[in-house]
């Protein structure tokens, strides 16, 4: 069975703090994916990577950088958090190559910047 | 770039009722077109999808959608629903030349009331 986990499913960090978000895959996929969800926004895409120590910009990158040095682990940081940052990041992964695949998705963490 | 409306914020249906939640996309040509459901406190969940060939498509749950290229809809429909779909659904598109990413639907959520 497919397998994307995230390090915390809640967190609590004070403005200005570094703040990472992990996300780990099972699957030997080359494509992996960062995304924050808000009420009435749906999902947008921060940053994805299609290969280890290969990143790319997504929608909303700004505030955000990432980090993948393996192909299982891809990390969200947030080098300076503020509380706009407040919200529920989802991590994704995908087997690269084949379009009729889809993205498999982690449990989500809950970020909540005072 | 593609984009995806979803008009419903907020729908409600009795329990055994039939469901209709409406998609439409703009892109310049047939994307791959996803919807996922999200119950509260999880990740995302892949319900069905289309790429190419009929235009209706079955999924898990007992939920269909039906692609029209003439009205650029993707509409998720299942003929009657359980209080366990009571959730957030999601629709997405992907660019058909693979870019791997996804564009998605800002939401609909679903009540069921008994």
């Known amino acids: 069975d497919v397998k994307v986990t995230q390090s915390s499913r809640y967190l609590v960090k004070r403005t200005g703090e570094k703040v990472f978000l992990e996300c780990v895959q099972d699957?030997?996929?080359?494509?992996m994916f960062w995304y924050r969800q808000d009420p009435g926004l749906g999902l947008r895409l921060i940053y994805f990577?299609?290969?280890?120590?290969?990143?790319e910009k997504g929608d909303i990158p700004e505030g955000y950088s990432v980090s993948r040095e393996k192909k299982e682990r891809f990390s969200l940081i947030l080098e300076s958090a503020s509380t706009n940052q407040t919200s529920m990041y989802l991590c994704a992964s995908k087997l690269a190559g084949l379009s009729t695949d889809t993205q498999y998705f982690g449990p989500g963490t809950r970020l909540t910047v005072l | 770039a593609q984009s995806v409306t979803q008009p419903d914020i907020h729908i409600t249906v009795s329990e055994g009722a039939s469901l209709e939640l409406r998609c439409n996309y703009s892109?310049?040509?047939?994307?791959?077109l996803f919807w996922y459901v999200q119950s509260p406190g999880q990740g995302l969940q892949l319900l069905l999808k289309?790429?190419?060939?009929?235009?209706l498509v079955q999924g898990i749950k007992g939920f269909e959608a039906e692609f029209k290229r003439s009205q650029s809809s993707f509409n998720l429909r299942k003929p009657s629903v359980h209080w366990s779909d009571a959730a957030e659904y999601f629709c997405?598109?992907?660019?058909?030349?693979?870019?791997?990413?996804?564009?998605f639907g800002t939401g609909t959520r679903l009540t069921i009331i008994p």
């Open positions: 699957m030997d996929h080359e494509n």
């Open positions: 990577s299609y290969d280890v120590k290969m990143k």
């Open positions: 289309y790429f190419s060939g009929d235009t």
């Open positions: 892109y310049g040509a047939t994307p791959y």
């Open positions: 997405a598109v992907e660019a058909n030349f693979g870019n791997e990413k996804l564009t």
